[in-house]
Structure formats: structure tokens, C-alpha cells
């Protein structure tokens, strides 16, 4: 048991030292855009399933609490918590649009969508990203390798070099950290 859990810590470490080396540019993009929305007076919006899911409420929560360090609250919304929006949606238009219509509610030019999906192919995200596109919006896509039809999609696509969803998911949120860090570094302190 020992020499599994000590070969999975590794196979995370390897990969992140990957995107180090590969996608270091892709990361820099996105903290860029999502620097430029803040400064502009624009919102993130995150989007995704399951553990996605998870990981675009918990970057949602770093940026309207605190990150590291005291500043202002910077406007940030996950799409995946209103149980009520999320089950009417599911309802009246499909699950395939619980994450579209509420990016038609509530965004507008100038704020960024952060498409979260191991796979690149949830039909969601997809249809979120094409209603950001209308809205004027930017987007971000974490994905796996490849990137899939989200990567296509987007403004800036971060595609993890793997296909197991547990070692891309830890890099997403390894990702995210980094984005949130490098936007409370060029906003400042609390006003």
C-alpha cells in the first residue's frame, strides 16, 4: 500500500512539473484576463461538474474572501450552488443549459467565464462558453489533454497533459491557486 500511495504523489508531482514547463504561458494568459476583467469592474464566473463542480465554488469563495492576503472582495460567482436555479433549469431546459442561462442572466462584457472539465466535452460548459462568446465575455477553459471541444472554444484553454481525472483535477485547483495569487499580488491591499 505504502509503494502506491508514494507512486500516486509522485505521478501528481510529475505532471505538475509539466504544466511548469508546458503551460506556463496558458497560465499567464489567464491570470492576465482575469486580472484585466477585475480591474475593469468585471466579474468570474465558474462553471463546472462534479468535482469541477467543487473546484469552481472553492475559487469563487478565494476571490470573494481572501486568498493569502486582506483586500478588497472581488466579485466571483459559481454557477453550480443555487440548487433551485440549477433543478428549474435542469427541468425547463435540460441539464446541457443549467450553466448557459444563468451566464445569460448574469453576465456581461467585460466579466470572464471559467469552464471547468476534466474531459474538455461537457455539453454544459460548452454551451456556457458559447453564451459567454455572445455576452462579450472571455473564457477560460481548465480541461485534460487535448483540451476537447472547451479548449476549442475558449479564449484560453489550459489542458492538462493527462487523462486521469483525479491527477487533472489536482492540477486544476494547483492552477487556480496560482491565478488567485497572481491577481491579489497586482490588486493590492484592502482599501
Not at 484553454?157 to 487533472?168: E, H, L, V
Amino acid at each position: 500500500m505504502r509503494d502506491e500511495i508514494e507512486r500516486q504523489l509522485r505521478d501528481g508531482a510529475e505532471l505538475k512539473l509539466r504544466v511548469a514547463e508546458e503551460l506556463s504561458g496558458q497560465i499567464q494568459s489567464a491570470a492576465e484576463a482575469l486580472i484585466e476583467c477585475v480591474q475593469g469592474g468585471g466579474k468570474a464566473l465558474f462553471c463546472g461538474n462534479g468535482g469541477s463542480a467543487a473546484d469552481a465554488q472553492h475559487l469563487a469563495a478565494e476571490l470573494i474572501g481572501r486568498f493569502k492576503k486582506e483586500r478588497a472582495a472581488i466579485p466571483a460567482v459559481a454557477l453550480t450552488t443555487d440548487s433551485s436555479v440549477l433543478t428549474a433549469l435542469g427541468n425547463d431546459y435540460g441539464y446541457e443549459r443549467v450553466f448557459s442561462r444563468q451566464v445569460e442572466a448574469l453576465g456581461q462584457a467585460g466579466d470572464l467565464l471559467v469552464a471547468i472539465s476534466t474531459s474538455g466535452r461537457s455539453p454544459n460548459a460548452l454551451l456556457a462558453a458559447k453564451a459567454a462568446r455572445r455576452r462579450g465575455m472571455k473564457t477560460v477553459a481548465l480541461t485534460g489533454r487535448g483540451g476537447g471541444k472547451l479548449g476549442a472554444l475558449a479564449d484560453i484553454c489550459i489542458p492538462i497533459p493527462s487523462t486521469d481525472a483525479a491527477r487533472i483535477q489536482e492540477a486544476h485547483i494547483a492552477v487556480g491557486h496560482i491565478l488567485c495569487d497572481l491577481l491579489e499580488q497586482r490588486i493590492g491591499a484592502a482599501s
